[in-house]
């Protein structure tokens, strides 16, 4: 794809038509993208680099460069929704096969070359059409060639039956049963277009250890069950559209974890679209050879200087989690439930489509990077009790917590290179331990500075952090308040 304006290419001169591949992408590709195929500006634009739109079948390829591509596209797991001018009445076709031909076979593409003879029969068979493709009609036509998913072992069963909900399925004999070498999870396997319903079942790998955030749109009914626990469900019935999509957090560790999808068709249109994404990745992968319709963000973010408030569920946190972005792009999660900062990370701070928009639910991933998790398990004794915030002149905020006749006060601001945490407590009684983290331990560098986990580093003013039995804590005495400074490596 090559996104320039007509403007522009209508400037070829004799000598650009003895140019290589190469020079033609440079000359009228790289502006948008970039030279290493990646996307120009940070990735606004589509990659072309390692990119399934490129591999498989040229045809697809040729046809957007002919005539132009709008609307929404998703590539390596974003969405993008630009419009792609066509070029066919301002490239010749030997330039096109150029072009073509250096894309599918730069930057880790593999893809066979595409010859001028080719471009010229499909500008042939599609000279009567006036009007650029979407990326569904595009599909239709030429499919993107499929990769393996993370699901193994794969096997699909259809069943057939007049349900208005998701039956149960262990006394039904199936009618057809599939083994799913590719781990794709797809309606193509059932011979009916209405009342039936599907399984699969297999094993899902996790490349890492984390919180893994997974997305589910159906039309009709669907659920999702990881290591036999429930993840996602959508019943009734409905299109898939994105009004009924749902997501769903859970805590994997690394490995291999059973995964099972039922789905039902009642009546009218079929679909199923599953994603996922990684610990730390802002990225989906597909499970389903269709994705979701795209979900326009709604960025929430410090404004005039004051952090903006998040007061929703949080993927890595409690039901009772309170989001803070501050501005410079730094930000915390913290638990009223477990009474302890249990997240932190960098960059955006959350996107508010999810709840915002149609009522959606689960738990929304941080927007940002450099994702932090601190702590899952209760900061204080049992009888402590979290007694709300309070927000200072400029928006910082205050945690406050009743331990018995004490009140620990716990407050938070951004500086110019992180946030920086104040501790103290009001009134008389003992020395408090205080948890910091119970997954990340204390490795001490230069002076009062630590290294907490492979990506934060703490300063103390006040106190040293300890660390035992996997857990980090500080010990906070009535008459000295403790500083941290936290900053990201």
């Not at 699969?200 to 669907?222: N, V």
């Not at 990881?226 to 009004?243: A, D, E, M, R, Y």
């Not at 005495?477 to 936290?486: I, M, Q, R």
Request: glycine share 10%; aromatic share 8%.
């Amino acid at each position: 794809m090559i996104y320039r304006s007509l403007f522009s290419l209508c400037a070829l001169t004799a000598s650009a038509f003895a140019q290589d591949g190469g020079q033609l992408f440079t000359q009228h590709c790289s502006a948008c993208h970039g030279t290493d195929g990646k996307g120009a500006t940070g990735g606004a634009f589509p990659p072309l680099a390692g990119s399934a739109w490129v591999a498989g079948d040229a045809d697809r390829a040729i046809k957007i460069v002919l005539h132009g591509l709008h609307g929404p596209i998703n590539v390596a797991g974003k969405t993008y929704n630009l419009a792609m001018p066509p070029q066919g009445a301002v490239i010749p076709d030997d330039h096109i096969a150029a072009i073509l031909t250096f894309v599918r076979s730069s930057w880790e593409n593999q893809a066979s070359a595409v010859s001028a003879d080719l471009v010229k029969s499909i500008r042939a068979a599609t000279s009567d059409r006036n009007t650029p493709w979407t990326a569904e009609e595009i599909l239709k036509l030429h499919p993107l060639p499929f990769e393996k998913t993370a699901l193994s072992s794969l096997i699909s069963r259809v069943y057939q039956g007049p349900w208005s909900a998701i039956p149960d399925f262990a006394p039904l004999k199936p009618i057809s049963v599939e083994e799913e070498h590719d781990g794709i999870i797809s309606l193509s396997d059932s011979p009916f277009k209405e009342s039936f319903a599907m399984v699969w079942e297999g094993t899902f790998e996790a490349p890492s250890a984390g919180d893994y955030t997974f997305l589910l749109d159906a039309d009709d009914a669907a659920t999702v069950t990881i290591n036999n626990k429930p993840c996602l469900k959508i019943g009734g019935t409905g299109p898939i559209n994105g009004t009924r999509a749902r997501r769903g957090t859970m805590t994997l560790p690394a490995g291999a974890h059973p995964f099972r999808v039922e789905y039902l068709q009642v009546k009218g249109n079929q679909g199923i679209a599953l994603g996922w994404k990684a610990p730390d990745s802002n990225s989906w992968k597909w499970l389903t050879d269709k994705t979701a319709p795209p979900r326009e963000p709604i960025p929430i973010e410090a404004v005039a200087g004051r952090p903006a408030i998040y007061r929703n569920f949080i993927a890595g946190s409690t039901a009772r989690a309170i989001g803070f972005g501050f501005p410079g792009g730094f930000n915390i999660s913290y638990s009223a439930d477990n009474l302890a900062t249990e997240l932190v990370w960098t960059g955006k701070f959350m996107d508010g489509a999810l709840h915002w928009v149609e009522r959606g639910s689960g738990k929304e991933p941080p927007a940002g990077e450099n994702v932090v998790n601190l702590s899952k398990t209760r900061a204080l004794p049992a009888a402590a009790k979290f007694r709300g915030y309070k927000l200072d002149p400029t928006g910082n905020p205050t945690f406050s917590i009743q331990v018995g006749s004490q009140t620990l006060l716990d407050s938070w601001q951004a500086n110019a290179g992180g946030l920086t945490r104040k501790l103290s407590i009001s009134g008389s009684g003992k020395a408090m331990k205080i948890l910091i983290s119970d997954r990340l331990a204390a490795k001490a560098t230069t002076g009062h500075e630590y290294a907490l986990g492979d990506k934060l580093l703490v300063t103390t003013d006040g106190a040293a952090l300890e660390t035992t039995e996997g857990k980090t804590t500080l010990n906070l005495d009535p008459a000295k308040p403790v500083t941290l400074t936290y900053r990201w490596k």
